[in-house]
């Protein structure tokens, strides 16, 4: 299903469904990540000021209406049902986004872009005039769904299709009859001793080395178990004679493994359990990307423009739009990439722009070793994860493995929580820091309590006895206090009366002065001047009344307060008082030491104040240290438990690392057969090397992605083909091209230009070898960027051809390989060449950065490594550095020394007629490519391809390489090593 964008031309209004604030809240109490109503609106508008959101039309259960979904930010989905007026949505539940989700947005959506979103508390303040669009958008869902529907129908209907899909299960059935087949062969593998290998670098426990008996020997990479305990099961990882490593699919330690005992083929169908899952994905239309089948089987491809992008780093022209037309393209696009042009800088560069908008990628290939180097060079800002089998991940990429992210993880959870444990580790029960001190504050507190209690009992002791001594007196004191109180009142009497009178005297006096009537008003001032005069002289003697009273009273206390001073009884209970208070002071100030040890210790829970002085701020702070310790004790149980599950619990992140990641490296089988994988699709995946591999083996990672990018060589190795396989297919046309050929060299020649791209810039080779290599194998289209100087003491040219021609035939020619050899296996040897290559290899061994020897047999390839290990000492740099064209396909070397090996005089040169393991084998070369063969066998070979591409060769080493003698090369060897 495609998508399709829809403008809202308003704002979009949101309400509260019934309970949705309270089930809100219910769900962050699980998913803190979710956001509250508010930041899901800010949510909604910073997504739709960066681009539409994704949102799908559903059918709501138990017969309820459609309902809109949408999709934030890929966190979580929104549920929303519009109004009774339609003139908002109600917001009715939220949830994760989980991978069924992102599966739902995959298989179609509706991008909606609105010019804003309001959330409004209650239905009533939404505008009434505002519109959802429901109708628009319901609309726009059925049309989408039925072009999809519409589109399937054609996708499938045509005969084309369904002769494709079938051809392709046929195929995927014999491989599968084959695999088992072989399996059921008769003979076991048997041995004598089991080691623990000393050469393993990872999984080493799951590494072992055995000593082989009888006569049947198995090829590496071959799937086996024991006997007598078939879940002992692995891969043969080496053969060296009769020592074989394998490598078990689990750790094993060396004592599980029977002593003595035989190893039985367990063959493994897995593989074409997974082709076949993808062609029936394609069958019933589920694949992730919709036009694969229609790409593969009926080669139609919809048009595009390329992306407007930058690259992050430089490319050239080719590589520039190869990348912009990778960003873009809805279906399928092919890079094709001779050696040197950049194939894995291409791909980085792709794989962060995808990464950058979004999108998760895949970076798969037919081998770990074509994955990890592109993993290796994506930058480090990216989430990169290698999903597949620990032992496949070539040395570089270990760190990238699930099963390392997921350690490293735990180690960081570890770290950033130990700080969290080490605060908590004091309220340990019974033993920790906290707890003690709480039990110290306890016994403080319970002592303060006896000393305030003490303090008390002493003050009322004393109390109570210096009452007893001072009754008379103070009785005494008492009444002469009430004396003197009614004094007081009296005499405060006396002072109103004479206000009252001195008032009226001085009225009466003024009236005196008043004309005619004033001489008769004379007699009444005098009248009130007397009592004023008699007032006076009763205030005086209240209060010289009060005056004596107060001095009796005052001396009675002082007799008073002289029994107590020196009464002997009284001068011990005081003392003992005092004693009493230090006491308690004493002991609050312990209980209030010991509180702040306390409160010290309490981290990382909601603290209790500092307590205050005085046993009842200090009693509230020990109840809620109490409760603090308490659940400071609850989750130190809890974390302690959580990180004890950490190292045992490695495979429960998988997924989510999976799922967070924004690039992941996988084989193509690895794609399917990794469980964290499982239910994860992704934006698109990049098939690296897709020139060898098969259509079946590729649909395994192309149906899970919406959309491909194939990089790859059709010039140089083709798929691995079973020959029984390739026989059941020879009386079939289609069948045989659809065995033999790529996915990749079946589209190329018919593909659109736009949806294809050839890099033409190589930066490998010295442009005397890929002049050659353009030549013969890329209709000279092939440019060198190579501007590196030859500098080297034998040979004056980058390409060199070392011609073992003039050797006797009997030292020259090949041999098949003797059984007392215990590299001996099938296919040719050639000694002469075998002495020459060795003296090279020792020759330039430390001159040069890295080297590497190519051979076209397996025999040919145990002689050398025998030799050269020898010569060198070191097993495993031998062993490292030669190998089949297979075993370097994709690589690089300074020195590539190449040796034809066959030398007969009909002529016959096997599979070297397959020129593309040629082009592999001439192509890896950085700063010298030596050639060493006969040239006589070469140029005069049966096979007329081959033929004239060996007189080619010649041609061009005479004309601007370095032609030599066999003979001359071991005298050049030693007067360089006598400089």
Known sequence: MHDLHVDLPGTVHLVPSLRFVEKLAERRARHPFLPDVDGIVRDLCAVTARGPVPARVERGRGGRGDFLKLYVDGRYVLSLNVTKHGNGYALGGVVPMGFEHHDEVVRGALRLRAAGWVYHDTIQELPFQARAEWDVL????????????????????????????????RMIDEGRRVELAAARTDGMISYRRVDASAARRRSARGVHDFQLIGSRRPVVGTRLHVREAPDLRGRVDALRGTLMTVRFERPVDVDAIPKIGAFVESPSTVPFDRQAEAVRLLRDGASANPFLLDVLAGHRFRPFRPAAAEPARALDGSQTSAFRKALAVPDTALILGPPGTGKTRTITEIARACAAAGERVLITSYTNRAVDNVLQELPPDLVVLRAGRDDGVTPGCEHLTLEAQAATLQGEIIRRTEAAVCDYAPAAPGRGEADAWARQLDASLDALDAAEA??????????????????????????????????????????????ALARSRDRAVARTRWPVIGALLRGRAERLAAEFQAGLAERAQVQAALTAVLRDRDAALAESHRIRASSPELVKLSRALDDARTATRDRARAA??????????LHGVPVPPSPGPGLPALRAFRDQAGQALDLMRRRLELLTEWRGHLGSRTEQLYPELARYADVIGATCIGAATTGALRGLDFAVAVVDEAGQISTPNVLVPLVRARRAVLVGDHNQLPPFVDPQVRAWARSDSRALDLVTKSAFELLFPGVPDGHR???????????????????????????????????????????????TAGLPQRERRERRPRPDERWADSGYANDAEARIITDLVA????????????????????????????????????????????????????????????????????????????????????RLLILVGDSATLTQAADPAF??????????????????AAREISGLIAREGER
């Open 138 to 169: 319901r609309e726009r869902w059925r049309l989408l769904t039925e072009a999809a529907a519409a589109r399937t129908a054609d996708a499938t209907a045509p005969k084309a299709h369904e002769e494709f899909l079938d051809l392709l299960d």
């Open 454 to 499: 003490a303090e008390r009992r002493a003050a009322t002791a004393l109390e109570r006895r210096a009452a007893e001594l001072t009754a008379p007196v103070d009785e005494h004191a008492r009444v002469l206090t009430a004396r003197a109180d009614e004094h007081r009142r009296v005499l405060a009497d006396r002072e109103a009366r004479l206000e």
């Open 592 to 601: 209030a030491d010991d509180a702040a040890e306390l409160h010290a210790l």
């Open 757 to 803: 791209e050839i890099l033409r810039h190589q930066r490998r080779m010295p442009p005397v070898v890929a002049r050659f290599v353009s030549q013969w194998f890329y209709d000279g289209f092939l440019e060198s960027d190579v501007e590196r100087p030859h500098r080297d003491a034998l040979f004056a040219s980058p390409l060199v051809f070392v011609d």
């Open 843 to 926: 020759h330039y061994r430390g001159t040069v950065a890295d080297w590497a020897v190519i051979l076209p047999y397996q025999a040919q390839v145990g002689l050398v490594t025998e030799m050269v290990a020898g010569r060198l000492g070191d097993e495993e740099e031998a062993a490292a550095g030669v190998g089949t064209v297979d075993s370097f396909q994709g690589g690089e070397r300074d020195l590539i020394v190449f040796g034809f090996t066959r030398s007969n005089a009909g002529g016959a040169v096997g599979f070297l007629d397959e020129l593309r393991r040629a082009n592999v084998a001439f192509s890896r070369a950085r």
């Open 947 to 964: 033929r004239a591409m060996a007189r080619a060769l010649l041609d061009h080493v005479r004309t601007g390489g370095d032609l030599r």
